[in-house]
């Protein structure tokens, strides 16, 4: 005797409906892990063609003189030497150098983030006449080159007397600054509501006392993020200083230009130790504050 057992088509179907998904996805994950490991070998080879140059300017300002002669490029450093950071470091021009970027430097970056700040919270709080006007001249300024400007920008400090000198040179990085950092901080005071300091208001706060209590510390960030952009653009500029400034008050990237010359043989080694040296302090900022100037770029981007 024999027995049948009949299953309900719908159950049937659902049977397959259960086992289906499953065998679908065994067969998918082989697929979607050689994406992600193919992906992986690609992010490593891009970040190690990044790293390439800051190891080669590290192994260069390390070799030994007589290896830059050789017709062979050394990849691998066998012999490391400290001579060109030394004679860097004894060179009382570096210092010099170094004490006119840091004051330029510092100046820069303390008027052209508050000017930039002022300027966003107005053009991000505010609704006036020529709102729109002042914010296509930021976008208008930014696409003019900089080096259409140098004449009229060294007539300018020439009428004022301040060539070759630390406020002139600060005074046109403030200038090339302010733009760009009132685009970062205005995106960040969008994303900071207004309802906040109406709320502090409402509290017995005045509106001056509720925007530093309340809004102030939430754009932290951003302010760290635009003066992060500012350093490293009053830091490393070259050519703008090139015009503006002489011997004997130079700036680090201009003072690179002791290591070669017409009547000398270029001083790789020292120019790479010189490098390595101006790179530094940007490099130490940087790391210490990325986690502020992340979170900075995030939240500015998200309204603008």
Known sequence: MTTTTHVPAGKSDTAQEHITPGAHQRHRRPRGRRARNA????????????????????????????EFRSSTPTFVNTSPTFEHFTGVLQDDRFWSAMTVSMQVTVIA???AVSLA????VAISRFRFRGRKAIIACILVIQMIPAEALFISQYKMLDGWNLLNSVVGLSI?????????????????VDGVPEELEQAAMIDGCTRFAAFFRITLP????????GAIFATITAW???????VVMSDGNQTLPLWLQYFSGANQATNWGGIMAGSLLIALPVIILFMTV????????TNGAVKG
Not at 47 to 63: D, H, K, Q, R
Not at 236 to 242: D, G, H, K
């Open 39 to 66: 992906a992986d070998v690609f992010a490593v080879v891009i970040g190690l063609f990044w790293f390439f140059p800051i190891y080669w300017m590290i192994s260069s300002a390390l070799l030994p003189n007589s």
């Open 109 to 111: 970056v303390i008027v």
């Open 117 to 120: 700040f002022l300027a966003a």
């Open 172 to 188: 046109l990085y403030i200038g090339i600054i302010v733009p760009f950092n009132i685009w970062i901080l205005k995106g960040f």
């Open 218 to 225: 939430l754009l932290g960030p951003g302010l760290v993020t």
């Open 236 to 242: 490393n500029e070259y050519t703008l200083a090139l």
């Open 290 to 297: 990325q986690t502020k100037m992340a979170a900075g770029l």
